[in-house]
């Protein structure tokens, strides 16, 4: 599948954004889907996935703060933040997954990333 990510932009500290990564593609059978973020000089790290048991996982920076929703019908997959710091800045990418646990995600398909900034 194709993913395609969108949403970011330039806020304000406190303020929301959402994020919708569209599937080219069903996503219904996936149980495994995810969102990470690569800040500058920085690896590209997991925010928050569906895991392929069916529940959720949220790094701990992301937790209370941003939540992982999907519309299988839409074939896509959202990310609520709310309350944003300055530190959420980065390009924000959606994973169709081969396996997520609670460990983390592994393998699948990338989209091509949307920048959110956070100003202080």
């Known amino acids: 599948v194709q993913l395609q990510a969108s949403g970011g932009g330039l806020v304000q500290a406190g303020e929301s954004l959402r994020l919708t990564c569209a599937s080219s593609?069903?996503?219904?059978?996936?149980?495994?889907m995810a969102w990470f973020r690569q800040a500058p000089g920085k690896q590209r790290k997991l925010v928050a996935a569906f895991t392929t048991a069916g529940g959720t996982k949220y790094d701990d920076s992301a937790k209370g703060r941003f939540t992982i929703s999907r519309d299988n019908s839409k074939n896509s997959v959202y990310l609520q933040m709310t309350n944003l710091k300055p530190e959420d800045t980065a390009v924000y990418y959606c994973?169709?997954?081969?396996?997520?646990?609670?460990?983390?995600?592994?393998?699948?398909?990338w989209g091509q990333g949307t920048q959110v900034t956070v100003s202080s």
């Open positions: 593609g069903s996503i219904s059978k996936n149980n495994a």
């Open positions: 994973n169709a997954a081969e396996y997520c646990s609670g460990y983390g995600c592994y393998g699948g398909s």
